[in-house]
């Protein structure tokens, strides 16, 4: 499975594409994290899928986490496999395997569900009472994503129908606010939409408290809002996932400096026969297809000498843009758009430090 790869070679010898993560700039970021969330006075509950590696989460915790978030059964599951000491899975429970999933790792863990409805847990509220369990739930509010989550207004009904189902406990509210990111480079006025987020997520807890419904956790959860959404007072937890990695539509929008993304995606130039690109060894299979927030459809912004930009892909052929002097064998790092996407197509990464290789982590829960 690691066929060519060797703990100790240098990683320029690494066969490609391969993604390349940095030790310490990861080791960097995981514990500059915890310090923030300390010091704003928040729980911190990364979102576990960007990375998937039991080894991260093993950091994350031994920093400070209080436990991750998943978005997916699989990174539930792996979650509580890996011995995280809570497991926040933060999508709707709906279907059997979910619930069966929920169920079974409610055993090794504890795990939180999220909501944003009562028809999406009534089956697991159900399954859970049958067994004598009360399995904690959140209900999500939705503060400006428009994806999932209650309209505030509707809080207080969502929150008293779960109330109502045996097999469940209501412990907080939360909200993803994911729009921040979309606000782009402009940095007061994501500052603004991400506390305006946090301050309607406490409102909205407020008001469910002045019904008598207790509300003890409030969580906001992202990486562009990460220094804003969470400071608003009356928000107990932080849930980023990206800051871990870091990655180029966060270094576009300014959230995350080039210094602190951890992760390249290391490919070999194969083609220069075109005139007007080189080809690389790394298509959307290896970076994936996810967009860039610098609007001009790119999958990847070279980092090494030679720089140039990815600005389209085949499966394993990416199109490089503005390369100095490109020649086949010429080794290409490359800045992803988007790290979790990237991380999830691959099945194992490299772990380096001043460019030797150290470890390689499993990624797991693709699927
Ligand atoms: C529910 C939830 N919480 C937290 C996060 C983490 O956000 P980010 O990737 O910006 O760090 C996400 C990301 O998609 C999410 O969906």
Request: charged content about 20%; overall charge negative; hydrophobic content about 45%.
């Amino acid at each position: 499975m690691n066929a060519g790869i060797v703990v100790g070679m240098d990683v320029v010898d690494l066969p490609t594409p391969v993604v390349v993560i940095d030790r310490d700039v990861l080791e960097r970021n995981v514990s500059a994290m915890s310090s923030y969330a300390r010091h704003i006075g928040v729980a911190l509950r990364p979102h576990w899928k960007t990375t998937k590696a039991a080894e991260v989460a093993q950091m994350q915790v031994d920093a400070g986490a209080i436990g991750h978030t998943a978005a997916t059964q699989a990174e539930m599951l792996a979650l509580a496999a890996a011995g995280s000491p809570s497991v926040f899975w933060a999508y709707p429970p709906v279907g059997s395997a979910r619930i069966d999933a929920t169920l079974a790792a409610a055993g090794a863990t504890e795990v939180i569900v999220g909501t944003d409805s009562v028809s999406a847990v009534t089956e697991l509220a159900d399954a859970a009472a049958m067994r004598g369990l009360a399995i904690p739930v959140r209900l999500e509010v939705d503060t400006g994503l428009h994806r999932t989550g209650v309209a505030p207004d509707d809080a207080v009904t969502v929150a008293r129908g779960l109330l109502g189902l045996r097999g469940l406990r209501l412990t907080g509210v939360w909200t993803h606010e994911g729009h921040v990111q979309g606000i782009g480079a402009d940095g007061p006025r994501r500052h603004e939409a991400g506390l305006a987020a946090g301050r309607l997520l406490v409102q909205v807890a407020d008001v469910l408290r002045a019904e008598g419904i207790d509300v003890p956790c409030v969580s906001v959860g992202s990486t562009p809002g990460v220094r804003s959404a969470p400071t608003v007072p009356g928000i107990t937890e932080a849930r980023p996932g990206t800051y871990v990695l870091g990655d180029e539509n966060q270094v576009a929008i300014g959230t995350i400096s080039a210094d602190d993304v951890a992760i390249a995606v290391h490919s070999r130039i194969v083609s220069t026969e075109p005139a007007e690109w080189a080809i690389i060894d790394a298509g959307i299979k290896a970076m994936s297809s996810d967009g860039s927030t610098h609007g001009d459809g790119r999958i990847g912004t070279v980092v090494s000498d030679g720089g140039g930009v990815v600005v389209t892909g085949h499966e394993e052929h990416g199109f490089l843009r503005g390369a100095a002097d490109p020649h086949v064998g010429d080794i290409v790092r490359v800045r992803p758009n988007h790290a979790c996407g990237v991380m999830n197509m691959h099945s194992r990464v490299v772990v380096a430090q001043d460019g030797v290789v150290v470890d390689v982590w499993r990624v797991l829960a693709r699927h």
